[in-house]
């Protein structure tokens, strides 16, 4: 279930040497490998790099729903909550909507760079800006 952790992951402690070995870039609302997480990332900040705007709905497949809920603490699921509205659906995953009608399809589009999965972060409420988590 969920998605394998994309290369650098999102934990200092990470075996693949993830690029935040920092211990202040610890995001304390992730849990386990934040592999699911790492992807719905992805797809929020690639949202915004296409569109300029933060997305307003975010579609996932139940399973990557369940495999979100466990990457991230009930804190951390709240914060996701308060910025998104999160649908499972049976079929779309990581699949981005405004209110505007601007899309995103995570799967098709080109991958994520570091710098929006870290803005993505931040919008979120598990990152803030200084790196110290919030």
Known sequence: MGHPTLPGGLRPDSPDGGT????SRLMQQVRGHGGTLAHVLGAVGKFRFRHADWPR???LYPETLAALVQDLTPLGFYRFQQRL?????????LFCVDDSGNVSIYRIQAASD?????AAA????????????S
């Open 85 to 93: 509205d999160i649908v499972a659906d049976l079929e779309r995953d």
């Open 57 to 59: 709905r975010l579609y």
């Open 20 to 23: 935040a070995r920092d211990p």
């Open 114 to 118: 570091p710098a929006s999965i870290e």
């Open 122 to 133: 931040v919008w979120l409420g598990l990152l803030s800006i200084a790196g110290e988590t």
